[in-house]
């Protein structure tokens, strides 16, 4: 079946550090692939999607590209803010999954002043 | 309302009580989904919902989950003698027809089983 692997978290920056969140994928098909954003307080929301390989999904300043030799749609910004702190959940859908979403573990973000 | 909503936002039971969890999916969204998130965990998946018919249901843990959805927007989820093991965050999440990747979520029911 479908399954979701990110790096183990938390992380910790400093504000306008670089960021990477690993992610890689294990998938029948071709999947399309997501990065999603739970703030304090709020419910999951889509950050960016890519759907075909080589694709580059962007948005906020994150952006992902979606590697099919690697299996990895790792998760990188250049320049984090403090309110860029949340959890960060990767996932998939398609495949085996068909329309159901399967998501990774999540990481959770915390950006100091 | 605007966004997917939940209730109760928190629920302590006792081991052994049913409970019901309640999700009002945003205004036609045809397709609605149940997750559940455990302290340290991924999003689990429980169950999907496309109108009133769960073609996929595969991810309910025991027979002691079931939900039903009516009239194609509310759905309830009903956990029947509930084990500690239950304890979690459950997410209520639905999206438009033909936009299969992007789902909106609730904010979550949290279940403490006392």
């Known amino acids: 079946g479908n399954s979701v692997t990110q790096m183990e978290g938390p992380v910790t920056l400093s504000e306008e550090a670089f960021l990477t969140i690993n992610c890689t994928y294990t998938?029948?098909?071709?999947?399309?692939l997501f990065w999603y954003v739970q703030y304090p307080g709020e419910g999951l929301q889509l950050l960016l999607k890519a759907t075909k390989a080589d694709d580059k999904g962007s948005n906020k300043g994150f952006e992902a590209t979606y590697r099919k030799e690697t299996t990895s749609f790792h998760l990188e910004k250049g320049s984090v803010q403090v309110s860029d702190s949340a959890v960060y959940f990767c996932a998939l859908s398609g495949g085996t999954s068909g329309s159901r979403l399967t998501f990774g573990e999540g990481t959770q973000l915390t950006v100091n002043p | 309302g605007a966004g997917v909503s939940q209730s109760p936002s928190n629920k302590v039971t006792e081991k052994g009580k049913d409970v019901e969890l309640r999700c009002d999916p945003i205004s036609g969204h045809t397709a609605l989904y149940w997750y559940r998130q455990s302290l340290g965990q991924g999003l689990e998946f429980l169950i999907y919902f496309q109108g009133n018919s769960a073609p996929d249901k595969s991810g309910l843990p025991s027979d002691r989950f079931s939900a039903e959805r009516t009239g194609g927007s509310v759905s309830t989820l009903t956990i029947q003698r509930t084990q500690q093991e239950d304890s979690a965050v459950y997410l209520c999440a639905s999206r438009r027809p033909g936009e299969a990747e992007k789902l909106f979520f609730g904010s979550g029911t949290q279940l403490s089983v006392l």
């Open positions: 998938a029948t098909g071709y999947p399309s």
